[in-house]
């Protein structure tokens, strides 16, 4: 019954979502098929915008321009994110039929609910600590945020301004460029060269190019229509106008929202976690029948022995785990929040701490985000100030993403007295800057109505489109000897450091109104722009930081690789070997494998090419960060197992990093490395102590079972042990970490995982079957008057005092071997934990201790012990320590590593 309301439920909300997509799409529909004059009266608004008294009622009668059901992290989700994971379910469902057993069929007197409540227990301390440390981490990670919130380019009551895309409101009227997030769905008004990515809708990485005429197409499918652009694709070149027609909810995205699969491949981390928590319910599925079957047929009560292998499973639940990762990744992103660094996901810190390559573009990452125009030059080398005039005028009527050139080209010229130059021009049209001409053109007519072509860019693309070269007012055949003369300079130049690109212009072009690639052909080559692209001041440190911590890096860039070599081998990174991408092009994957370990320096590059070197490091076996600000670095920063950008980065940029700079110092790169080395070392800690603590444990249960008459701890002994223990790892989080495990990258490794259990685990069984052996055969009979089965023993006493015992051994051997296995030299002396692990396991031990001695104890059916037994426990203990010191040598010495 309750399966079939719920199949209705869920009919009727699908149902619902439909109508509400279907409603949705015909309306951005209509608005394709309709003329731009029609839609500015049907939304109140025109070409100089809205007014800000409509804006405000609109936001009230609309409300914010966001997707309420995209990533909202509510309550619910908090708490459904804290509880629900693979350890929590098994011990629910262990709490359930624990309930079932001890209470639901259980004779009225036999009621007991001490099992449940351990384990629920269990369950809700893991889950709220997940929840308190994730809320600290979120608060932190908001306050930068909002320092960074994505804005886009309104235009209201005729003025130009930025505001933040959650104020737009349908009517108002955008200004789209290449770089930019689309803010909203849009209906095109004009558009140059307009080319839109919607691989986060459609899957397709090809860009599509968008138009602003009224459509007469038929199809139902509003991303078929050239004249939308829609919430959540992003602008790769040209320009646009556009007037906002839905928003928020209402958008193509929010309808889609609940299905649009935007994950990223599974990184590292992803991987390893669940390779471990794969591992361990794996051993705990083999160990709890056998353990179950062994006390059926040794003891011949199956209840008993059903309910011990439930404690055994709950014992073997390292149900912290998700605690401890969150803790520890949550406190290496407070912690980077006070280097002014944004953690968007909190997994990428332990992949930063793994990384092992980090992948760099050039410009503004590496080198400073300012460049300085440093010259001028004719054809000859000459300066030359109509060369500089010309790049100017590009630069300041071009209207899409203004880059550091451009910025530097203003910057320069208005020094030089070229602002009132504009104003002799009109701008007739513009062919955008795309990454396959690598180069711009406009088209200006003056107050003579002459028209003239001006184009910038790199050099040799620039070559490949002049047919004549001008010098001193006369043009002249582009000769091959002028040719090679340019060539040579530019890369006397580029040896120097400089960016270097080329300035043509053609006057009286044969198009009259519309201007397109094709128009870039027999040009006049007029001379180049040089740039000084200086390294920031803190990225030789930080390469220098980077590779003594074991951390390679590989530059991928656009730029040709005379600047890139300059400037890689003013930053120590090795230039003896570079690879282009038309190099790139003709290789296969295969091929790509080998030359990618080889290689550092990678030149000349296209977006595509920049993310295909990003998959094949991967696909090496290769931990990859990749660090960029560009809309070419976007695909890379993405399939990279952590993305890098900085807070001067294009929108698209820092939508799709992991984790945003805030300050110029580069050094933070280092600091972030540690940060997840760190909270790796103290993850891989608590799996380490608990498999192999459990491991052993569950080893020496199997001995007992097998051996002893009765059960050497009671389940909810053995729960509350679990407890305890669970108690007392709290604080690994805040654990020190010893320098030599900081100094090289660590992955996740569940073999290692599996090893060590097999070396460590045994050596505590060890010391559990001495102290049964002890308990049995010494200190049961002098507290219960005789050997267990004579006639004149205590049984009950007998076996109250050896369950106390080996409850007491186990306690303390489980959490002094904290101490053991978190370094691999020796603890207290060479090695000392942080104040919190040694409070928590000095109080955890003390707890354990006098829990006997309690009327907790005796509920709990254990009787306290005679002082001989402290003197028998110290020894064992001590020689234990010792024995986990000799074992743990041999195996750093056969295996390379402890943790």
Known sequence: MIKKINEKKLRRINEEREKNKKRISMKLLQYALTDSGDIFEELGSNVNGLKEKEVLLKINEQGLNEIRTKDKNTLLKKIANAFINPFTIVLSLLALVSFITDYLIAAVFDKDLTTVTIILTMVLISGLLRIIQEGKSNKAGEKLNNMIKTTCTVIREGNEYETEMENLVCGDIVKLAAGDMIPADIRIITAKDLFISEASMTGESEPVEKMSQKSIKSSNNPLDYENLVFMGTNVISGSAIGIVISTGDNTLLGTMAESLNEKRESTSFDKGVNSVSFVLIKFMAIMVPVVFFINGLTKGDWMDAFLFGISIAVGLTPEMLPMIVTTNLAKGAVKMAKSKTIVKNLNSIQNFGAMDVLCTDKTGTLTEDKIILERY????????????????????????????????????????????????????????????????????????????????????????????????????????????????????????????????????????????????????????????????????????ALKKNGVEVKVLTGDNEKVTKHVCSKVNINTNKILLGTDIENITDEELKVQVEKVNIFAKLSPSQKERIVGILRSNGHVVGFMGDGINDAAAMRKADVGISVDTAVDIAKESADIILLEKNLMVLEKGVIEGRKTFANIIKYIKMTASSNFGNMFSVLVASAFLPFLPMLPAQLLVLNLIYDISCISIPWDNVDEEFLKVPRKWNADSIGSFMKWIGPTSSVFDIITYIVMFFIICPMVSGGNFGDANVNTALFIATFNSGWFIESLWSQTLVIHMIRTPKLPFIQSRSSFSVLACTTVAIFIGTIIPYTKFGTMLGMNALPSIYFAALIVIILSYMILVTIVKKIYINKNGELL
């Not at 109505?449 to 055949?477: D, H, N, P, R």
């Not at 043509?504 to 040009?523: L, R, T």
């Open 377 to 544: 030059l004719d054809i000859h080398g000459n300066e030359d100030i109509r060369v500089l005039k010309h790049g100017y005028l590009v630069s300041a009527f071009q209207t899409g993403l203004k880059n550091l050139l451009d910025v530097a080209i203003l910057e320069h010229g208005h020094k030089d007295g070229l602002k009132d130059l504009e104003n002799n021009y009109v701008k007739v049209d513009e062919i955008p800057f795309d990454f396959t001409r690598r180069r711009m053109s406009v088209v200006l007519k003056d107050k003579t109505k002459k028209t003239q072509l001006i184009t910038k860019g790199a050099v040799e693309e620039m070559l490949q489109i002049c047919s004549f070269a001008e010098y001193k007012g006369e043009v002249c055949k582009l000769t091959k000897e002028i040719k090679d003369e340019i060539v040579k300079t530019a890369e006397k130049l580029n040896e120097n450091g400089m960016r270097v690109i080329a300035v043509a212009q053609k006057n009286n072009p044969a198009s009259e109104d519309s201007f397109s690639v094709k128009d870039e052909a027999n040009m006049v080559l007029m001379g180049y722009i040089a740039f000084l692209d200086p390294p920031k001041k803190s990225t030789i440190d930080a390469i220098e």
